[in-house]
């Protein structure tokens, strides 16, 4: 069965930084086309980030040059990077598996605030 | 890229069919049959119930059905059931993601 679970999403500064992990089972994150997607609260469905089988790498345009998307074969999990955040990167945050996006985790809600 | 344009809200009472429009631009909705559409209830993740443009997963109610004129993506709700009452997002993939507005279906 797959499953996607999220966590590592807190409370956290502006200007701060924080890394969400996205453990995977029942299949094999480096071999799929893996996203992130995100959702402000009260507010509608926002891609972040995506990352081929191939290791290529696309990102929106808000997030570009601060957020990372990556992946560890060993630990068949998927990561998102986020650095030099800000209040409006506040959102749950979703990981997704394939291209349309068939398979998605609970979420993990990041907040960004003083 | 700007995000696709969706009615906020639509309704109908049980039984009923329903559309939700989903508009973009000769750059995504038109220029590709990729259009996907997901069913979000509250505090729960996206689900996905259409995928290019017109296919049903696995599992999804043949009451959903999509379909695509120009640059304006519709999804169809047939016999509409109040488990049905939930948020609907189109989303067009042309090299990255866009996701519609959203739209709100409540059953009367």
């Known amino acids: 069965e797959v499953q996607l679970v999220e966590s590592g999403g807190r409370l956290v500064q502006p200007r701060g930084s924080l890394r969400l992990s996205c453990a995977a089972s029942g299949f094999t994150v480096s071999n799929n086309y893996m996203s992130w997607v995100r959702q402000a609260p009260g507010k509608g469905l926002e891609w972040v980030t995506s990352i081929h089988s191939s290791g290529s790498t696309s990102y929106a345009d808000s997030v570009k040059g601060r957020f990372t998307i990556a992946r560890d074969n060993s630990k068949n999990t998927l990561y998102l990077q986020m650095n030099s955040l800000r209040g409006e990167d506040t959102a749950m945050y979703y990981c997704?598996?394939?291209?349309?996006?068939?398979?998605w985790g609970q979420g993990t809600l990041v907040t960004v605030s003083s | 890229q700007s995000a696709l344009t969706q009615p906020a809200s639509v309704s109908g009472s049980p039984g009923q069919s329903i559309t939700i429009s989903c508009t973009g631009t000769s750059s995504d909705v038109g220029s590709y049959d990729l259009v996907s559409w997901y069913q979000q209830h509250p505090g729960k993740a996206p689900k996905l119930m259409i995928y290019e443009g017109s296919k049903r997963p696995s599992g999804v109610s043949n009451r959903f059905s999509g379909s695509k004129s120009g640059n304006t993506a519709s999804l169809t709700i047939s016999g509409l059931q109040a488990e049905d009452e939930a948020d609907y997002y189109c989303c067009s993939y042309a090299g990255s993601y866009v996701f519609g507005t959203g739209t709100k279906v409540t059953v009367l």
């Open positions: 997704a598996r394939d291209r349309p996006l068939t398979f």
